[in-house]
């Protein structure tokens, strides 16, 4: 079972900046696909970025030109660099497999876009 730790939210102003962080468990990590997903408050869950165990990437067109995700294998670790952030940004962030694969939820990470 592959446990999941996001990290990196916090409040931001409008057109600031984060880097999310998924440290993930397992030795098998490499080999899958991840996403990012936000949910915020009152909404469904959705995802906001994907990337693919050959670093192939995809974007919500909410978010494209302005999210970046990456992975490092080597630690286990999937990102997220938010730029130009949005009040509709705000939500609680998640990563998980591509499509989910049964893996436990993590606690995520709160993102807030206020002045």
């Known amino acids: 079972q592959v446990q999941l730790v996001e990290s990196g939210g916090g409040l931001v102003q409008p057109g600031g900046s984060l880097r999310l962080s998924c440290a993930a468990s397992g030795s098998v990590f490499s080999f899958y696909n991840m996403a990012w997903y936000r949910q915020a408050p009152g909404k469904q869950r959705e995802v906001v970025a994907r990337?693919?165990?050959?670093?192939?990437?995809n974007y919500a067109d909410s978010v494209k030109g302005r999210f970046t995700t990456s992975r490092d294998n080597a630690k286990n670790t999937v990102y997220l660099q938010m730029n130009s952030l949005k009040p509709e940004d705000t939500a609680v962030y998640y990563c998980?497999?591509?499509?989910?694969?049964?893996?436990?939820w993590g606690q995520g990470t709160q993102v807030t876009v206020s002045s």
């Open positions: 998980n497999a591509d499509p989910p694969r049964g893996w436990a």
């Open positions: 990337i693919t165990s050959g670093d192939i990437t």
